[in-house]
């Protein structure tokens, strides 16, 4: 199994709503990633987890908190959203073992579109 | 700061082309160079690079780095209307950490037209 799975596929909310992303891996990848990507852009990173913990926050705002329950889960909770936070949020995990290359090897879910009214 | 800039941004190019794609990088601490293929949603992985001048190919595609003149190329022979993708690039920093730290490149949207 080489898939990461991301839900829901779409997703629709208003500026007050409160709503999750989540993100599945079942590849014993034991570092995983929230990626944002606007049209026509590169992904850009904002959060990475490594054994659970959390490793980079790109200076994201609050209103984004991740979460990893376990090393197969990742959350995004989404609150109080801006109309410009409307993207592609992507999903991605890689190995993650100290010292391995392939830690730069990033498998990517299909991603959330996500529109903020 | 790291940076990757890939060139051409757009190309059109009719089936049966060969096309050239260009990655140049400034990356501290480089590992290797990743290209990945975006048709809808999820970046598929397709080359990953960390030798300079050994190519790597898959089919119509191939792909090599030069680490001294800082940039790889992706080139992909015989074009198919399924070649039809965003492809970018990424240069990875090597932090000897357990998770990779990438640095993705604009992206080069290459249409192929029957």
């Known amino acids: 199994d080489t898939e990461v799975t991301q839900t829901p596929k779409h997703l629709v909310m208003g500026m007050t709503n409160k709503k999750s992303l989540k993100c599945e891996q079942h590849m014993g990848h034991r570092a995983m990633y929230w990626y944002k990507q606007k049209a026509k852009k590169p992904p850009e990173l904002m959060f990475v987890y490594s054994y659970e913990k959390l490793s980079i926050n790109e200076s994201v705002p609050s209103r984004f908190s991740p979460e990893c329950p376990n090393s197969s889960l990742l959350n995004l909770h989404l609150h109080a959203l801006q109309p410009e936070d409307s993207a592609l949020y992507l999903c991605?995990?890689?190995?993650?073992?100290?010292?391995?290359?392939?830690?730069?090897?990033?498998?990517f879910g299909s991603g959330t579109q996500l529109s903020v009214l | 700061e790291d940076k990757v800039v890939q060139s051409p941004l757009s190309l059109v190019v009719h089936e049966g082309d060969t096309v050239t794609l260009n990655c140049s990088y400034e990356v501290t601490n480089f590992r290797s160079l990743l290209w990945y293929k975006q048709e809808k949603k999820a970046p598929t992985f397709l080359f990953m690079l960390t030798s300079s001048g050994i190519e790597k190919k898959s089919g119509r595609l191939s792909s090599i780095l030069d680490k001294k003149e800082l940039f790889s190329i992706l080139n992909i022979t015989a074009t198919q209307t399924g070649d039809s993708a965003i492809y970018l690039c990424?240069?990875?920093?090597?932090?000897?950490?357990?998770?990779?730290?990438?640095?993705f490149g604009q992206g080069t949207i290459l249409t192929v037209h029957p």
């Open positions: 991605a995990s890689s190995q993650g073992f100290p010292g391995f290359a392939t830690n730069e090897k990033l498998f």
């Open positions: 990424a240069a990875a920093n090597a932090g000897g950490t357990s998770y990779g730290k990438l640095t």
